[in-house]
């Protein structure tokens, strides 16, 4: 298994989740971010978002990312917390994107290869683990409302580095609806959710790493 260590799934696919991004290795490390300045109200949101987070255990769901030259992909998303998540994209893309619980997986089906990382090391993990919490290791940098929608942007506090990672909602009631990464070169990605299904049960086998050339070796 390669453990990798200079590559941005953020900049390849447009993963936050995570829904995220595969660790870079910064030539400098980055000075820990200062925490923004919260307005009770902030403080208040943030509460509603964790709270609202931390209810959804699985999801499945279509979505559109657009990344930061236009491209348009569309494809489907699961989730299952703690820890797990797939992401694949429609035909004819076939680069995916799997966490089994310790470990996100990427296909580059180009390639016919895979790599891997922690996912306790990429930003997946903000919204993975099993008890979510915008503070301690992850700093709130920014809140921001509009018309209907609440957004709130995060970073790793010990390495922002990373990125940051921009969580999306429609307000009242509170539903998320897209998530944004800027990654460390400085790319922008948005992922939209279609359709979002909530509560489902979810087959184990999806968060199960499957290398795709067994299959065609069998055929």
Do not use: C, H
């Amino acid at each position: 298994m390669k453990i990798v260590t200079r590559i941005s799934i953020a900049a390849m696919l447009g993963l936050w989740l995570g829904l995220a991004a595969l660790p870079t290795v910064p030539s400098v490390q980055a000075a820990p971010p200062a925490e923004a300045t919260l307005s009770q109200q902030d403080r208040r949101d943030i509460e509603r978002i964790e709270q609202y987070l931390n209810s959804i255990r699985t999801v499945r769901s279509q979505f559109v990312q657009a990344t930061n030259d236009g491209t348009l992909l569309r494809g489907t998303f699961w989730m299952s917390r703690p820890g797990k998540m797939r992401l694949e994209y429609d035909p004819p893309i076939r680069n995916f994107v799997v966490a089994d619980g310790w470990f996100v997986f990427y296909w580059d089906d180009e390639l016919k290869q895979q790599s891997s990382a922690p996912v306790g090391s990429t930003l997946a993990d903000v919204i993975l683990r099993d008890r979510l919490t915008l503070s301690g290791d992850t700093t709130v940098s920014d809140v921001e409302r509009g018309p209907g929608t609440l957004e709130v942007t995060v970073t790793e506090t010990k390495d922002p580095g990373k990125g940051k990672l921009t969580l999306i909602f429609e307000d009242n009631p509170l539903r998320l609806r897209k998530w944004r990464i800027l990654d460390p070169q400085g790319l922008t990605t948005e992922v939209a959710l279609l359709n979002p299904q909530f509560g489902m049960t979810l087959d184990r086998d999806l968060f199960i790493f499957k290398d795709p050339t067994l299959n065609d070796r069998r055929d």
